[in-house]
């Protein structure tokens, strides 16, 4: 019989600090055991404790912040962790490895790029460009730099060729941003945030139903194909997670680019910074924690083809 587990750590650095709700993902493992796939949230200690097993479709995912275990260059301390897990029979999701990529922004570039995923163009050394993107490799809730003079870059940060996204509404121009959240190749929920700078937040998103109503149908709707896409060939590069791919539309060309993804359930600060307007928002399923875990088991279920 299939199995989920995920398993927490409580090594300083490693904590999966932002990355959603105990709450969320406790309910997610309960929708996992209705469906026929007996879950737990755990420990490590815990599941090291349960011993070997003999189940080849026993799946641990790794709970942890990748951002968080780069920079404090924990990654061998969660690779010998992941072996321990290993070797009592169990797979493992948010590898280590695939971690790895995902927390540190030009290594992530470099394999998804090369994975077909659509990027900004990677600025290193030498590279010619008009307007660079200019953000830390690893970290996030940082200020970003828009640079124009290649002597004013800093090689040890994370440069991009600046994609413009934005987007008119009623006479005033808005950076926008789309997010979706996704489990796998599977997106289960896409919205637009946008703001007066290029570094657009869900904190500074005006709660302004028409606005976000008119880009969500401007950028998200008639995009949903280009999104799909995107996801899909993230999986393919670094396996099936629970994501948050933060995509820039682009206003000159249409097309769609991931800016980064992460490791992430739920963004339950959005739908706390939303709840005023939550209402008149499209994607309502969102806002009702029973309705998204039962989206996500049902995602994860079915990436995995667990065996019920």
């Keep these: 019989m299939a199995r989920f587990f995920v398993v927490e750590f409580d090594e300083p650095g490693v904590l999966a600090k932002?990355?959603?709700?105990?709450?969320?993902?406790?309910?997610?493992?309960?929708?996992?055991?209705?469906?026929?796939?007996?879950?737990?949230?755990?420990?490590?200690?815990?599941?090291?404790?349960?011993?070997?097993?003999?189940?080849?479709?026993?799946?641990?995912?790794?709970?942890y912040n990748e951002l968080f275990v780069v920079q404090n260059e924990k990654v061998d301390w969660l690779r010998a962790r992941e072996s321990e897990i290993e070797a009592l029979g169990h797979r493992i999701l948010h590898s280590v490895e695939h971690g790895r990529v995902v927390?540190?922004?030009?290594?992530?570039?470099?394999?998804?790029?090369?994975a077909g995923v659509p990027m900004p163009r990677l600025i290193e050394t030498g590279s010619s460009f008009q307007t660079a993107f200019s953000n830390e490799v690893s970290n996030a809730h940082v200020p970003v730099q828009l640079v124009g003079n290649a002597a004013e870059l800093d090689p040890e940060r994370y440069n991009t060729e600046y994609v413009d996204c934005r987007h008119e509404y009623e006479g005033e121009m808005w950076h926008v941003c789309i997010r979706a959240q996704a489990v796998g190749e599977q997106v289960l929920f896409s919205w637009v945030?946008?703001?007066?700078?290029?570094?657009?937040?869900?904190?500074?998103?005006?709660?302004d139903a028409k606005l976000l109503n008119h880009f969500h149908s401007k950028l998200v709707v008639p995009n949903t194909d280009q999104i799909r896409e995107i996801a899909s060939a993230v999986k393919k590069a670094v396996g099936v997670g629970f994501f948050a791919h933060d995509i820039l539309p682009c206003a000159k060309t249409g097309r769609l680019f991931l800016c980064e993804t992460n490791y992430k359930f739920y963004e339950g600060f959005y739908r706390f910074y939303m709840k005023p307007i939550a209402k008149d928002l499209p994607n309502q399923a969102f806002f009702d924690g029973r309705k998204v875990t039962r989206r996500m088991a049902r995602a994860l279920v079915q990436e995995l083809d667990l065996k019920t």
């Design 193 to 207: 945030r946008a703001g007066p700078q290029p570094n657009v937040r869900t904190r500074g998103t005006p709660l």
């Design 18 to 63: 932002g990355k959603g709700s105990r709450n969320i993902i406790v309910r997610l493992t309960r929708v996992m055991g209705k469906l026929g796939v007996p879950s737990e949230v755990l420990s490590f200690a815990e599941l090291m404790a349960r011993g070997a097993i003999d189940d080849p479709q026993s799946y641990v995912l790794l709970h």
């Design 103 to 114: 927390g540190h922004k030009i290594r992530q570039n470099k394999v998804l790029t090369a």
